[in-house]
């Protein structure tokens, strides 16, 4: 029987490869694969000038991966800073038999790391939960807007405001590489041309009441983070959102992987496309003040207000 070589990892020569990073061809330890992964989420700060010394950083955890393995990476990194302060903001949107395990993890993870959690409910800061919103949806609209448009839309100024109730300076987003190359591709097919100018490492300050979204895991693969909170011990909540299977990305998410198996690093090229077409698109946004809710917004009638006003619905004063 002949023995199978063991492969070593390409950084130090000396171990043997865990992983084996398809896009580059590298070879990782264990030890190299985490020094890696902590290294680009440095780069990216550096690169994209996301952070000072001084930030107070608002993390938006779910309990999944993604945010818990930010979380857990920006807190050793930001360790040796120390007049930057994290604080980490969870928002429940309400949907049953789903976001109580993420919840828990959540505070289990802050708690061992030293982090204050803070938790915001739709229900609260709008007066429905997601559920209820997307059953008067159904009979109002049957072939309206689906959960996701709703859910995104508040989760958004759902974190923004928890950002803003603790003084944050910025707003730390664990989107990922697949994310990034997902939203692109998105934007492309419903021709959306200023929101690719919208997104980005960084969101300029939009008014006082906008905080700055950094995403520092942008370039990263969602399998590798799932690698790095397995190297780590990070338990998180890995079940699928009830909602998510029947959204317009979960259809562009299968695309883009079955192409990144025929094309290793097409989520890259993707990525940078996204870059280059930013680069030539100025985007111009007055602030207006809502007519409906009196919130800041760059329309005179908010996305979220205008989502409720097609269902019948008021929203809850802030």
Known sequence: MVQQKTTKCSICKVKNAVYFQKHSGLYFCKKDFILSFERRIRRNINKYKLL?????????????????????????????????KLIAIMIDEGIKGYRKEG?????????????????????DLFGYTLDEIVEIARKKLPNGPAPCSYCGTLRRRALNYGAKSVNATKLATAHNLDDEAQTFLMNILRSDIDRIGRTGPLTQ?????FVPRIKPMRNIPEKEIVLYAHYNNIPFHGVECPYAPISFRSDIRDFINKMEQIRPG?????????????????????????IRCNQPSTTKICKVCSLFDKIGLTLKDF
Request: hydrophobic residues 40%; glycine residues 6%.
């Open 52 to 84: 000072k010394e001084d930030d107070i950083i608002a993390i938006g955890v779910s309990g999944g991966k993604d945010s818990l393995s930010l979380l857990y990476a920006l807190n050793k990194i930001e360790s040796k800073f120390t007049k930057s």
């Open 103 to 123: 919840i828990k993890l959540a505070v289990q993870m802050t708690k061992e790391l030293g982090v204050s959690l803070k938790v915001f409910s739709f229900k």
């Open 205 to 209: 300050k939009l008014d006082d009441f």
């Open 266 to 290: 097409i989520k890259y090229a993707l990525l940078n496309s996204g870059d280059k077409i930013r680069s030539f698109i100025t985007v111009s946004r007055p602030i207006y003040t809502c």
